[in-house]
């Protein structure tokens, strides 16, 4: 398992292991939807079908 792995590697007692995971998973959040996400958006899915059909003429 990750998790044990790197709760190992972390400095610190417990509280501070708490705090570090945290800050980690925030930075790993951030960089998914900075970078990955719209990277994905943009290249790897097909482009939004942005026609809007016109009401009809009365």
Not at 1 to 22: N, S, T, Y
Not at 28 to 57: E, K, N, R
């Amino acid at each position: 398992m990750i998790f044990p792995f790197v709760w190992r590697i972390l400095p610190g007692p417990a509280a501070l292991k708490v705090l570090e995971l945290l800050v980690l998973l925030a930075v790993i959040v951030y960089a998914l939807f900075t970078w990955v996400f719209p990277w994905i958006a943009a290249d790897i899915l097909p482009p939004p079908d942005g026609t809007v059909d016109a009401p009809p003429s009365p």
